[in-house]
């Protein structure tokens, strides 16, 4: 069962932000929200994750609703190289067996 | 975070044969996880490979298909045994070189193709 949702493709123009969204109306207590992404012919890259507060790197910032049941990751300035698949995974990370699910995912195409 | 080196990076190979994948990891891992990302599709997890014991696989992938050895904490094999062409799909090791479930790394991918 998909706990995530997650739009098929979106387009950016480069120097924007692009804001992905992700509904996780299930989420449970005890789940962070991880973003992962998949650049053309690469193995995933970890970019941010979150229970309920904010969260922002060098890479991105994650918004997370106060009910936690939506999110979204923002790249500030998009650029060609961020364009890939985006997955948003929620799991609980006491699970024992640390397992990622990965969904669909939403590709962004970032244009000139 | 941690280093992967999986091989072979890209293979041809005939039906019914078998290919091993390695995956070396440049520090001590618990846990190692195998996927498979058939064309155009999302990651589907194989199974998860512990050092000292079998490898736990997940629904529709059985141990006979795609055995798993795991001999030390840095190091890992895939096998895909009896291939057929719908075995054609990239696969990928990862680990959790933090051992706090987060920031998992991948390694590039074996993109197999069976003809």
């Known amino acids: 069962d998909a706990k995530t949702t997650q739009p098929p493709s979106m387009d950016c123009a480069e120097g924007r932000a692009a804001n992905l969204p992700c509904n996780h109306s299930?989420?449970?207590?005890?789940?962070?929200v991880y973003w992962y992404r998949q650049i053309h012919s690469q193995g995933p890259q970890y970019i941010i994750h979150?229970?309920?507060n904010n969260e922002t790197n060098e890479m991105a910032s994650l918004i997370i609703t106060e009910d936690r049941k939506s999110s979204t990751l923002i790249l500030p300035h998009a650029t060609l190289r961020d364009t890939a698949v985006y997955y948003c995974?929620?799991?609980?990370?006491?699970?024992?067996?640390?397992?990622?699910?990965f969904g669909a995912g939403t590709q962004v195409v970032v244009t000139p | 975070s941690a280093v992967i080196s999986q091989k072979p990076s890209r293979d041809i190979c005939q039906r019914g044969t078998s290919l091993t994948i390695q995956c070396q990891v440049d520090?001590?891992?618990?846990?190692m996880f195998w996927y498979r990302q058939q064309p155009g599709q999302s990651l589907t997890l194989i199974a998860t490979?512990?050092?000292?014991?079998?490898?736990?696989?997940e629904s529709g992938f059985v141990i006979d298909k795609f055995p798993i050895s795991r001999p030390n904490l840095t190091f890992s094999t895939l096998t895909v045994s009896n291939m057929s062409p719908e075995d054609s799909s990239i696969y990928l090791c990862?680990?959790?070189?933090?051992?706090?479930?987060?920031?998992?790394?991948f390694g590039s991918g074996t993109r197999l193709t069976v003809v």
């Open positions: 990862s680990v959790d070189p933090t051992g706090l479930n987060y920031g998992y790394t």
């Open positions: 299930t989420i449970s207590g005890n789940e962070y």
């Open positions: 979150g229970l309920k």
């Open positions: 995974i929620v799991r609980d990370p006491t699970d024992s067996w640390g397992k990622l699910q």
């Open positions: 520090s001590q891992v618990t846990m």
């Open positions: 490979a512990n050092q000292g014991s079998e490898a736990t696989y």
